[in-house]
């Protein structure tokens, strides 16, 4: 059976101590402040991690163990009963948002994962405002958010009892959970979000930090492993993943583009350094593009209920495009047969729409990333893309002044060529007729 939500938004009570001095002493001042100051120590270390918690029903409630858990300021309070396999708990987080939600669950069967997890998510009723803590079981269409989350029964209930209690915007979720023989270890994961849309929370932010909300704990010993680690080294593939795809489908591809179009007719036919140079820039910015479209799809492992649809399928495109490309230098005919018209047609055709895509995602991935407009990162990839444009259409209006020119000296020279001919033609005709 789903757990009954319930609510209590009873005030916490503080009891003052009352403390003799002579106040008029000075050294009994001093050693009053000296006393007050480490007595309130413990109890400010405790703080972020305390182990009693006002329940409920307003009565103050113990645990004999407390762990940070290190993202979102959650912790996790528990007390575990090996005579009958049970953990009392109070997950403790917070709001982002009046209208947002928190959650906590467990996964049974797998360590770190979103999907196959039980979990309890709490916020205000939408109508009534009132705190609520609903059950939900997520899924997979729900990582890949083809799906709702809709509240539902859990597939193994090892959640036996839970209730609520939210006081400003701490949220403290209780429940008791029913462990297997000789089990002591519990996947947690837990996450919040900035809104709910009718009873369905909405995805959670997706920063490294947003990411890496996942611990098992071990009941019995209190040791923990999980995905805290994965925050920094997600960030670390995350750059990589940007700089590797900025600088190889967002530049080099572009740059063996130009070189393929401008430099062959900027310098004599004889002198192959354009193709040398295209075949390089082509082949480099490739090489380094799969890698970083292979650092996309590990960091897609990795972010847990984030999926990116479009920066993911232009990704894709462009890999396969880029492959297509790379693959068509082993197949070019010669310039004698009758296929090379079509080649070349269909290779111009595959490099435009690689450029256009790459140019497209790399700004789609600054939409992933949230960078501002005036991020350091986009101006320069802003900078660098309309000098490259700039020069583009300099040398474009160029080339056609020079065929252009080119052309009407051709058209001189034969106007010149059919006059010589005409006047030639005419001496002939005029001397035959004599």
């Known amino acids: 059976m789903p757990p009954t939500p319930q609510s209590s938004s009873a005030p916490l009570t503080m009891y003052p101590t009352t403390v003799f001095f002579n106040h008029h002493h000075p ?51 528990y007390t575990y009963f090996s005579r009958n396999s049970s953990v009392d708990l109070v997950f403790s987080g917070n709001f982002i948002s009046p209208a947002g939600w928190v959650g906590w669950g467990i996964n049974p069967i797998t360590a770190g994962q979103m999907v196959g997890s039980n979990v309890l998510i709490a916020f205000r009723d939408p109508t009534t405002t009132k705190p609520i803590l609903l059950p939900y079981a997520l899924s997979s269409s729900v990582k890949s958010q083809q799906s709702t989350l809709v509240s539902s029964t859990f597939t193994k209930p090892n959640i036996t009892s839970s209730s609520l209690l939210i006081i400003g915007t701490k949220v403290q979720i209780f429940a008791t959970l ?39 704990i071990d009941v019995k010993t209190s040791t923990i492993s999980g995905r805290g680690s994965t925050a920094a080294y997600t960030t670390r593939l995350r750059t990589a993943h940007a700089t590797l795809n900025s600088l190889s489908w967002g530049f080099l591809l572009i740059l063996g583009a130009v070189s393929a179009r401008y430099l062959r007719h900027q310098l004599p036919s004889s002198n192959p350094f354009w193709f040398y140079a295209h075949v390089g820039l082509q082949m480099t910015g490739y090489a380094a593009g799969v890698a970083g479209w292979a650092t996309g799809m590990r960091l897609g492992s990795l972010s847990e209920g984030v999926v990116h649809g479009l920066h993911r399928k232009l990704g894709t495109a462009l890999f396969c495009l880029g492959t297509l490309q790379m693959m068509a230098m082993f197949f070019r005919p010669k310039k004698t047969h009758k296929f090379r018209k079509y080649w070349k047609s269909y290779h111009h055709l595959v490099g435009y729409a690689c450029v256009v895509v790459a140019v497209v995602n790399v700004f789609q991935g600054f939409d992933v990333m949230q960078l501002q407009a005036n991020s350091p990162a986009k101006m320069a990839y802003c900078l660098v893309l309309s000098t490259i444009v700039g020069v583009c259409i300099a040398l474009e209006v160029n080339g056609w002044l020079v065929f252009l020119r080119r052309n009407r000296e051709q058209h001189s020279e034969s106007d010149r060529e059919s006059a010589d001919y005409d006047d030639k033609a005419g001496g002939w005709m005029m001397a035959h007729s004599c």
Do not use: M, R
Not at 210 to 215: I, P, Q, S, V
């Open 27 to 77: 050294l009994f001042f001093f050693l009053f402040s000296l006393l007050l100051s480490i007595s309130s120590l413990p109890s400010a270390l405790s703080s972020s991690c305390p182990l009693k918690y006002q329940d409920t029903s307003s009565s103050q409630k113990t645990f004999q163990n407390c762990i940070k858990l290190g993202n979102q300021e959650a912790t996790l309070a």
């Open 178 to 216: 029913t462990l297997l023989p000789n089990q002591t270890k519990l996947n947690h994961i837990w996450n919040h979000g900035a809104y709910v849309q009718g009873y369905s929370p909405t995805i959670h932010p997706t920063s490294p930090a947003d990411l890496a909300t996942a611990k098992t």
